[in-house]
């Protein structure tokens, strides 16, 4: 159902493999390749581009997106406990150990950083217009690293030392690390926005990456975890935000002329004018390893069967265990916004009569959706616990898997998530046009200088009226920024840091207060895995774990 043009089976054939181990020496494990092969130079710089696809596909969705206010995880009398590792960054206590499975991913992202340093040692970076995107690509995992983890390595290979133990830098000098990159790089990254470029670093995705920095600028340079930070203190960089969105917006190749939902099906992909930069999947091509499952845990417990979530059975079971929080249900409220359209659920009611959803244009259908051929199933907003413990158990039965609103943005093609092991095709966004505007919107009602006669009322009409929501008649506040941004960016995994910066990490939602411990500042950074620790004995645990 989708063109494939992003990686032929030769390219990932010819895939190369990075090294996690931080104490191994960077400059041991690079592969030569044959510099006048196209196709094994393009495989090699392809390997780079698309590394975070290993963690976006899964894991990184599971931990960021469960440690926001979007979903709380639950488990059905013993499944999909696992430890309670994903119920735990829903409770704000994420375990070094238990949730390695996802902190893991930290590796993963390391990775690519290591793969992109292959590529510009073997291919060399005196050539700026094909050393500048790799290196757009290496700042982007750093800030990953940074935005997540806090402080963290730089791994540039011409500043390494011959004795190969890398250390953690401070996450400022990280932030000022990144945006130098970025500058140095930007007028050689490619301006064009085709297929060819898709999901590859251009100028437009070192423009939205920098805004990103900007905005986060007190966040990533000052003490986040002391209690003396705010989330409203000036921020000296507002104006570069600004710039960086002016530049996207002047280029005059984004827009927001696609249908909301329509964006973020499995035939998504390079014609989505609204996607600066997004990490392609296909459920033909990728491997177990690098696929993305995103339906597989927001479609409900028995979802799969006949007369079930879809107009086609799914083949194989789902796991229902990612439910949207009612606090963060209730953003979908606005009357004829067609964000409403991609969730499971009425964010003004509090129960929802679920009927199948077409297995190929991810609409509602008329016919109800059935447990056992026979009882209509009704979803409920609310979620309520067997036993008040970080189990997160709402029981193995109906009333149990009923709980909690359900996601449907990145929609699945049933026939090839049947045909290829859960495999989806739905390309996944990081950096969107819409982004672009609400980050300005933001920024001037931070303080920032308007240009362009924008102002933070039209800015932020520009995005209720692409997905027919009632406009407003004054300028945001930041707290109507913030609720938007949750009305847009759902799943896209920007919730927690957008949570952060304007201070909402701490408030109360889902299931937190089971944990005496949930609003200690200190989680405003992650813990690395003791899987990690143990691959760098130099590095020291993050506070407060």
Not at 182 to 187: A, I, S, T, Y
Not at 308 to 336: D, H, I, K, R
Not at 378 to 401: A, M, P, S, V
Request: charged share 25%; proline share 3%; with cysteine.
């Amino acid at each position: 159902m989708k063109t494939r043009y992003i990686l032929s089976g030769v390219l990932m054939a010819l895939a190369t493999v990075g090294c996690t181990d931080l104490d191994v020496d960077i400059k041991s494990i690079y592969t030569k390749y044959p510099t006048d092969s196209e196709i094994a130079i393009e495989a090699k710089i392809s390997d780079a581009y698309y590394a975070f696809r290993a963690a976006l596909g899964r894991r990184y969705d599971e931990g960021i997106s469960c440690n926001s206010d979007e979903y709380t995880a639950v488990s059905f009398g013993g499944d999909y406990l696992n430890e309670r590792d994903m119920a735990n960054f829903s409770l704000h206590n994420v375990d070094p150990n238990a949730c390695k499975s996802q902190l893991n991913v930290y590796n993963d992202i390391q990775s690519g950083i290591t793969k992109c340093n292959q590529v510009l040692i073997d291919l060399g970076d005196e050539n700026a217009t094909v050393s500048a995107p790799v290196r757009a690509a290496r700042a982007f995992y750093t800030f990953l690293l940074m935005d997540n983890w806090g402080d963290t390595p730089i791994i540039d290979y011409r500043l390494l030392d011959e004795s190969g133990i890398v250390n953690r830098s401070p996450r400022a000098d990280v932030a000022r690390w990144i945006e130098s990159e970025l500058l140095e790089v930007r007028d050689y990254c490619p301006t064009e926005v085709s297929e060819n470029t898709y999901g590859k670093p251009t100028r437009w995705m070192v423009d939205a990456l920098l805004a990103k920095l900007y905005i986060n600028w007190n966040v990533y340079t000052q003490d986040v975890t002391s209690a003396s930070w705010s989330s409203t203190a000036a921020n000296e960089k507002i104006n570069e935000c600004v710039a960086m969105c002016d530049d996207i917006i002047e280029s005059g190749l984004f827009d927001l002329s696609d249908d909301y939902k329509k964006k973020f099906l499995y035939n998504n992909g390079a014609h989505i004018k609204d996607f600066i930069y997004a990490m392609p999947f296909d459920a033909i091509t990728d491997d177990n390893d690098h696929a993305l499952y995103y339906a597989r845990f927001r479609t409900w417990r028995q979802g799969q069967k006949n007369n079930g979530f879809y107009s086609v059975a799914l083949s194989s079971s789902v796991g229902g265990n990612m439910a949207l929080t009612p606090e963060f249900a209730e953003l979908f409220c606005l009357p004829g916004d067609r964000r409403n359209d991609v969730i499971a659920g009425d964010g003004t009611a509090e129960t929802f009569d679920v009927y199948q959803y077409d297995a190929v244009t991810g609409e509602k259908t008329n016919v109800r959706n059935l447990y056992n051929n026979e009882t209509p199933v009704t979803f409920t907003k609310q979620i309520t616990l067997i036993k008040q413990d970080g189990d997160l158990n709402t029981g193995k039965d109906l009333t149990g898997w009923i709980q909690g609103y359900k996601s449907i943005k990145f929609f699945p093609y049933v026939e090839e998530v049947n045909a290829h092991s859960r495999h989806q095709s739905n390309d996944v966004p990081i950096f969107r046009y819409a982004d672009i505007l609400l980050m300005k919107c933001e920024a001037i009602v931070r303080g920032a200088s308007a240009t362009r006669g924008d102002t933070p009322q039209s800015l932020f009409n520009q995005i209720r009226s692409y997905v027919n929501a009632p406009t407003i008649a004054t300028n945001p506040s930041l707290q109507d920024i913030l609720d938007e941004r949750g009305r847009e960016f759902l799943d896209e995994h920007w919730r927690r840091n957008d949570l952060i910066r304007f201070g909402d990490f701490e408030r109360n939602w889902g299931f937190k207060t089971l944990n005496p411990n949930a609003n200690a500042l200190t989680n405003r950074l992650l813990p690395l895995s003791n899987d990690v620790l143990n691959l760098n004995t130099n590095w020291e645990q993050n506070k407060g774990y």
